[in-house]
C-alpha cells in the first residue's frame, strides 16, 4: 500500500453502540480533528437511528464480511467501537483495524466481560488493540484494569467500562490515526466467553448447593439496569421469575 494511495482514504468508524460513537464524534471535535476524515456507520442489524445526525454520511451500514474490498479500497484505518460483526482475514490483512474492547485481553474476551470477571475473579478493564484473526486477541496498543468492588453489579461496572474506553480513546487517538504507537502481545491466549455462555447463567437451579457468596456473585454478575436476566422457574406455574440485586455500600 503506497503513501500515495493511502492519501484519499478516509477512516471508517464502525460501532453498533450509539452512546459510544457518538461520544467519539464529540472526542474529534475536542481534538479539533477534521471531521470530514471520518465516516461513521453500525452493521445491518443494529438497530439505532443515526440517520439524523449530518455527521453520519456514506456507508451508514456497513456489511464488513459482504463489503470488505469496497472498504479497502475506501478506507486507510477502521476502528471498532464495540462493532458486533467479526473482520474478515481479508479486511485485517488489507487495513489497519482497531478495536475498543470493553475487557481487560486476554482474559475473558468475547461476550460481556464484566459479567465473567465478577463471576471468575479475572482482571477486567478496557483494551484497545489491534484487530486479528482470533476475537479480542490482537496486539495491545493501551490496555487498563478497573477493579471490582463487592458491591459491584454488571451495570455498574458497565458504567465504568464505558467512561474507562472513552478516556482510553481520548488519550491516544491522535497517536492510533498517526499510527504512532507501540504494541505488545498479550502475555497468553487467556480466555474466552461467548454470547451462548452468558445465555447458560440465566437459569438459576434452585437445587443446586452453593456457599451464598457463590450465589451473590452470580446474581450480581446478572443485574444489569434495563435487563431481565437471572431468572428461576416458578414450580406452580412454570413461569420465569426474574431476580436482580440491590447491593448498597456502607457510608
Ligand atoms: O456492545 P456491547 O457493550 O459489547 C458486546 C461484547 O461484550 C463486546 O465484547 C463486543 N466487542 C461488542 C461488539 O459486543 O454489548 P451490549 O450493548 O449488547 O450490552 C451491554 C451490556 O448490557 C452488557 O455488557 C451486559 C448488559 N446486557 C446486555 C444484554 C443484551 C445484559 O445484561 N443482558 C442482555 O441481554
Known amino acids: 500500500m503506497s503513501t500515495s494511495k493511502q492519501i484519499n482514504k478516509k477512516i471508517l468508524i464502525l460501532s453498533d453502540n450509539a452512546y459510544l460513537s457518538s461520544s467519539f464524534l464529540s472526542i474529534c471535535e475536542e481534538l479539533k480533528l477534521d471531521l470530514n476524515e471520518f465516516h461513521f456507520a453500525r452493521s445491518p442489524k443494529s438497530n439505532f437511528e443515526i440517520e439524523n445526525n449530518p455527521i453520519y454520511k456514506k456507508h451508514k451500514i456497513v456489511n464488513v464480511k459482504d463489503g470488505w474490498k469496497q472498504i479497502v479500497k475506501d478506507y486507510r484505518l477502521v476502528i ?5 460483526q467479526i473482520f474478515p482475514p481479508e479486511l485485517i490483512k488489507n487495513v489497519r483495524c482497531i478495536n475498543v474492547h470493553p475487557g481487560y485481553n486476554p482474559y475473558n474476551r468475547g461476550w460481556f466481560p464484566q459479567v465473567f470477571s465478577i463471576i471468575n475473579k479475572k ?4 483494551t484497545i488493540h489491534e484487530i486479528d484473526e482470533k476475537l479480542d486477541h ?8 478497573i477493579d471490582i468492588k463487592k458491591s459491584d453489579t454488571s ?3 458497565y458504567k465504568r467500562i464505558l467512561n474507562l474506553e ?3 480513546i481520548r ?4 497517536n492510533i490515526l498517526e499510527g504512532n504507537y507501540a504494541t505488545r502481545d498479550p502475555e497468553s491466549d487467556g ?5 451462548k455462555d452468558f445465555n447458560d447463567l440465566l437459569e438459576i437451579d434452585l437445587s443446586k448447593t452453593q456457599t451464598i457468596k457463590e450465589t451473590i456473585d452470580l446474581l450480581r454478575a446478572l443485574t444489569h439496569e434495563g435487563y431481565k436476566n437471572a431468572y428461576f422457574i416458578d414450580e406452580e406455574t412454570g413461569k420465569k421469575i426474574y431476580i436482580s440485586l440491590n447491593l448498597f455500600d456502607e457510608n
Open 155 to 157: 451495570g455498574s461496572l
Open 123 to 126: 482482571p477486567l478493564g478496557v
Open 80 to 84: 471498532s467501537l464495540h462493532c458486533k
Open 171 to 174: 488519550k491516544n487517538l491522535t
Open 166 to 168: 472513552l478516556d482510553l
Open 138 to 145: 490482537g496486539k495491545i496498543i493501551v490496555r487498563k484494569k
Open 191 to 195: 480466555n474466552i466467553n461467548l454470547k
